[in-house]
């Protein structure tokens, strides 16, 4: 059986199943995507244990689940957003601590900054939030995948050996997480627009 075909089989099956159970899925669950991030990998301070992305009419919100997060270790907090147009055009949204201060900044990747207004980054008791709106996106209404990662001060400052940068190795000491790797520039699976 080629392998259209065997994915075919599966989804008819997991649609019966699914339909049999009683369960319906709505356009607006198609629009919403939930990952696991295995714990343990980071400094329990910041590390991912989920991440949640949804592809509203008006904003792209990524929630990162941070079970024992401290704000205060963090450092910073980047997201990469790319969506499914011709080009494949990837953001990054940005806030990072500068003294006692946070700046956050939006740019198309490899170009200036640009501006959003709207853009928020926020961290909350066990999450950190990051809403951009479409219009910043180019009013998209298309698919987007996204990368994240969680940063310490430490790290943002350069105050970590070479080899934590170049080649991280996870476990509970290293102070950064990513989603969904902390190495590579791997981004999450695309996640419709509603």
């Known amino acids: 059986m080629s392998t259209v075909a065997l994915r075919r089989t599966l ?7 699914a339909l ?3 369960f319906v899925v709505s356009p607006a669950d198609a629009a919403v995507r939930r ?4 714990r343990g990998d980071a400094l329990a301070a910041l590390d991912i244990s ?3 992305i949804r592809n509203a009419r008006s ?4 929630t990162l689940r941070v079970p024992r997060l401290e704000r205060r270790r963090v450092g910073g ?3 990469f957003v790319r969506r499914k147009v011709a080009g494949r055009p990837e953001y990054a949204a940005s806030k990072v601590r500068r003294g006692d201060r946070w700046r956050t900044t939006w740019q198309e990747f490899g170009a200036s900054r640009l501006p959003c207004s709207g853009l928020r980054v926020r961290l909350r008791e066990r999450r950190v939030v990051v809403s951009i709106p479409q219009r910043c996106l180019g009013h998209n209404r298309s698919a987007v995948r996204i990368q994240a990662s969680l940063f310490t001060r430490a790290y943002l400052r350069g105050n ?7 080649n991280p190795t996870p476990g509970p000491t290293l102070p950064i997480d990513g989603v969904p790797s902390v190495r590579g520039t791997r981004m999450t ?4 627009h509603r």
Do not use: K, R
Not at 160 to 166: H, K, M, N, T
Not at 189 to 192: I, L, R, S
């Open 11 to 17: 989804i008819g099956l997991v649609t019966a199943a």
């Open 20 to 22: 049999g159970a009683g």
């Open 35 to 38: 990952l696991d991030d295995p």
């Open 50 to 52: 989920a991440v949640s």
């Open 59 to 62: 904003v792209v919100t990524v």
């Open 77 to 79: 907090i980047t997201v």
């Open 160 to 166: 970590v050996p070479d080899e934590v940068v170049l």
């Open 189 to 192: 699976p695309w996640v419709a």
